[in-house]
């Protein structure tokens, strides 16, 4: 136990006195005299429901709350009438200002993901598999490609996890949508799982390089440095692979998995995207500091870039092992490879980081890698 | 009665099957985004598609990709559209190569034209509706022009 | 950055080597020989789908997972192999007992099949239509204000203990996973309904927040565990059930329905939790106990705090005029949550003979 209520009411005679008064039939109704102006609340739109902008009125809205909440310091609603001063417990919530988590339309976002939520169990069409033959060179392929996604997904429920009870309440938007971030990622986690399990192979071989790079993510010194590094960096890097591993699918099956994963892949972006605009328009002394971490991470991610995943994914590509089929694999990923990193930096621009794109040593990387092939 | 491609008709009926299984899209949850779609040959055609929640709401044809907010823009020449309208009616559903994703991504034959990353991504937050609303072209008499 | 790796991998020769003889097309698909368990797992049952219980085969399944992790501190999925080198993740908790429910892969499951949609599957135009009192609806309005905070809290819980549980528990850290997103979603409802009542938000007040703090401050996961899952579920289910019964309108009667479901689902794993850690461990149980006699003494204090107990009775009798007469079925429904409460807690081997809970509820009813 690492805390003891104020109060041991076993022996306390202002307890006994108020268990006498409510016995007596006398209930304290001071609260309900002390009242607050009413607000209509109209649902916009009936398809959607009552939705959460709906909500943001008087002092229930976001526009109301300071950029730095002092007041509350437990987990009231935003817009519950406080208990004064030191009467409300402390439960030391350390994400205190606006800028630490939220993100333009982070509301909408909350909204998308409780109404686009999926279920591995049942909506992948597990019954058709046996409708398709693959041969196993492609099967291996895919099952290590699998290996890696399942291994990779649960750093995006972790990260969220550890920061999401450090959040002051107010930002219940936001604890919210990282909370369907960490279920998204969870199912992401176990469609790869139950894939690679399900058509006569396994789990094939975890990547040393890639768990650096999760271990990079894990430790980010604050959210937002986990955030972008998570969401705009990593995220945005798998969002691209999901693309191309629908692209480069052996049967419809696993081609309506990467659609859907695609989807909350896609979200999850989008919100870290606003994150960091959100910080940049508000806060821009943090700048330096996001490009010194991101200096760092992106040099982390290229461990997910390991050779397995480039050889199961030229496998996938050119389906097939034969110089032919290989030939044709590396063009596929060295299409996709290019991809990644403009899309990268194209989101950075968006989000008000325009310089990543002289200063990451992305592509010197792949400048020198281009060069040492054509040199070869 | 065959429905000229490309057509504003065309999409429009796509939105009138959309409308009736909405039981169907409502599942896929909610998808709010303006995507254009040009047709491109001799004359090109572009269309803005309104989606507001579950339903296409409006449907457009425009002469400038300015006229109207578009989150991203699929463009493709007539051809390829036709050959992916055709796998999805010879299939009821698009073989691997010729899903929305398949064709614009790898040697970008169909090109996603966009301003905003935002928006851009949107084609992949709503990829499941968009590609459920083409593959309603399955059982669809086309007259191609 | 708090974390540099060992290797640089900008500058490694040997890995840029190694891609670029790959991109020229000499690959050594050395993966594909590894040595594997090969499984192939279909659905039992097809109305079912592809179910963790499918899955739970060999290597790759949880019967598995041995009472005390040695062998694997990463992110590899159990049953991968695991290559020399991988890197501690600083995982804590790596003992199955601490955390483990053989429900739990269930109860993941079954929170998928039964999500459902607060925006859309409450008839909010019972709510935009109520016909009850300004007076009543302030009541309502400050227990589901209560139950936003207490949601909260259900979310916390998780949340700060999931990050720490190594990765070879993976069906525990989905379904912990699921109760975060169970728990948002019942903040939002409740916080939604309190608002859209028009009275607004009520009070956060002293006796909650006491008792919301003896719960997150648990010292251990199992601590954590018996806390949220067997008493504020229950006390969220009692409380959900009394809205459901007294409710004038379907609004009310919907969100109770489902926010039931949701936390019984946690209070199922809480029980079966304790149970699968005290059959090894038998020992934990005397502290387990003492702790939720505590928690249980902060309950008391949010049992009889003013305004719980009066908004409690305002809601039930439907008016300020009536609250007094309602008291004994506000101690009814609290002697009724005190007896399961302590079925739970004799089920799960954690009985008390000093459960506070008993003796405030003894001691209003006498």
């Not at chain 1, 972006?269 to 002394?285: A, I, K, T």
């Not at chain 3, 007076?135 to 905070?149: I, K, P």
């Not at chain 3, 002697?335 to 000093?354: L, N, Y």
Request: charged share 25%.
């Amino acid at each position: 136990m690492s805390y003891y209520g104020s109060t041991d009411f076993s022996y306390n005679s202002d307890f006994n006195l108020r268990i006498r008064d409510i016995k007596k039939g006398n209930l304290d109704f001071g609260w309900l005299d002390n009242t607050r102006d009413k607000v209509e609340i109209r649902r916009r739109d009936a398809r959607r429901g009552l939705a959460l902008s709906d909500c943001e009125v008087g002092p229930y809205s976001i526009e109301n709350s300071p950029e730095i909440v002092r007041d509350n310091r437990g987990l009231a609603p935003r817009g519950a009438i406080l208990a004064e001063g030191s009467d409300q417990p402390d439960l030391g919530p350390t994400l205190n200002r606006k800028t630490d988590v939220w993100g333009y339309r982070v509301q909408s976002y909350w909204e998308e993901a409780m109404s686009r939520q999926w279920n591995v169990t049942t909506d992948v069409p597990w019954q058709d598999m046996d409708k398709y033959e693959i041969p196993d060179e492609v099967e291996l392929a895919f099952c290590q490609l699998c290996t890696l996604l399942s291994e990779v997904e649960m750093i995006a429920t972790d990260l969220p996890a550890k920061w999401s009870h450090h959040m002051n309440s107010y930002f219940q938007e936001v604890k919210g949508f990282i909370a369907t971030q960490c279920v998204d990622e969870a199912r992401h986690a176990e469609v790869f799982r139950k894939r690679a399990l399900a058509n006569g192979v396994g789990l094939l071989r975890a990547s040393v390089r890639g768990e650096h790079a999760l271990k990079g993510i894990l430790e980010a010194d604050s959210y937002s440095e986990g955030s972008v590094f998570l969401h705009v960096l990593g995220e945005g890097f798998i969002l691209t692979l999901f693309r191309s591993s629908e692209f480069i699918s052996p049967t419809p099956v696993e081609q309506r998995m990467f659609q859907l994963v695609m989807q909350d892949e896609a979200r999850h972006v989008s919100y870290g995207l606003q994150h960091l605009r959100y910080l940049m328009d508000n806060c821009p002394e943090i700048r330096p500091q996001i490009n010194g971490f991101l200096d760092e991470a992106e040099r982390h991610l290229t461990g997910l870039f390991n050779p397995d995943q480039l050889e199961s994914m030229i496998v996938l590509g050119g389906k097939g092992t034969s110089p032919e089929c290989i030939k044709r694999g590396i063009e596929v990923v060295g299409a996709f490879q290019g991809k990644q990193i403009q899309e990268y930096f194209q989101r950075a621009d968006r989000a008000g980081l325009p310089e990543r794109r002289d200063r990451s040593p992305l592509l010197e990387l792949q400048e020198r890698m281009i060069g040492m092939i054509q040199a070869s | 009665m065959a429905i000229k491609f490309p057509s504003v008709e065309f999409f429009q009926e796509l939105a009138r099957r959309m409308e009736a299984k909405s039981a169907e899209f409502e599942k896929l949850g909610f998808c709010d985004t303006v995507m254009g779609v040009r047709v491109e040959g001799d004359t090109s055609h572009l269309y803005a598609l309104t989606f507001d929640v579950f339903e296409c709401s409006n449907v457009r044809e425009i002469s400038h990709a300015g006229d109207v907010e578009l989150d991203f823009t699929l463009a493709a020449p007539r051809a390829l559209w036709r050959e992916m309208f055709e796998s999805i009616q010879k299939h009821g559903q698009p073989e691997p190569g010729y899903t929305l994703n398949s064709l614009s991504h790898v040697g970008d034959r169909m090109e996603v034209v966009y301003d905003d990353p935002e928006g851009h991504d949107k084609f992949y937050r709503f990829m499941a509706t968009l590609q459920a609303f083409v593959d309603l072209a399955s059982d669809l008499e086309i007259e191609w022009v | 950055m708090a974390y540099y790796a060992r290797d640089d991998f900008f500058n490694n020769q040997e890995l840029l080597d190694r891609s670029v003889e790959i991109l020229k097309g000499n690959l050594t698909l050395d993966w594909m020989k590894l040595d594997i368990e090969r499984v192939k797992c279909r659905p039992n049952d097809p109305r079912r789908g592809l179910t963790f219980d499918d899955t739970n085969v060999g290597s790759y399944g949880w019967d598995h997972i041995p009472e005390k992790i040695r062998h694997n501190y990463s992110m590899a999925p159990r049953g991968a192999v695991l290559p020399p080198g991988l890197p501690h993740l600083g995982y804590s908790i790596n003992r199955k007992s601490e955390v483990w429910a053989e429900n739990a892969p269930a109860l993941y499951e079954e929170s998928k099949a039964r999500h459902w949609i607060p925006s859309r599957e409450v008839p909010w135009q019972a709510v935009e239509e109520l016909e009850h009192s300004e007076e009543l609806e302030r009541g309502l309005a400050q227990l589901y204000t209560d139950l936003t905070s207490m949601a909260t809290a259900l979310g916390d819980v998780p949340s700060k203990w999931v990050w720490q549980i190594n990765q070879e528990l993976i069906e525990l850290k989905m379904w912990h996973c699921a109760q975060m997103f169970d728990a948002a979603q019942l903040a939002d409802v409740f916080r939604k309904r309190a608002i859209a009542g028009g009275t607004g938000l009520g009070y956060d007040h002293a006796p909650l927040g006491e008792l919301l703090k003896c719960v997150l401050d648990s010292g251990s996961h199992p601590h954590a565990s018996a806390a949220a899952h067997i008493l504020l579920c229950g006390l969220m289910q009692a409380l959900l059930r009394h809205i459901g019964a007294v409710s004038d309108n379907a609004a009310d009667q919907t969100i109770a329905r489902f926010g039931m479901q949701d936390v019984s689902r946690s209070l199922s794993y809480g029980h079966r939790h304790m149970a699968y850690l005290l059959d090894l461990r038998p020992h934990e149980a005397v502290g387990l106990a003492e702790h939720l006699d505590e928690v249980e003494n902060a309950l008391v204090g949010l049992l009889a705090a003013p305004i719980f107990f009066s908004a409690t009775a305002l809601v039930t009798a439907g008016s300020r005029e009536e609250a007094s007469n309602a008291i004994p079925q506000v101690v009814a429904l609290y002697r009724r949550f005190a007896d399961e409460h302590a079925r739970r807690r004799q089920a799960a081997g954690i009985a008390s003979d000093a459960s506070p809970l008993r003796a405030f509820v003894g001691e209003l009813g006498s």
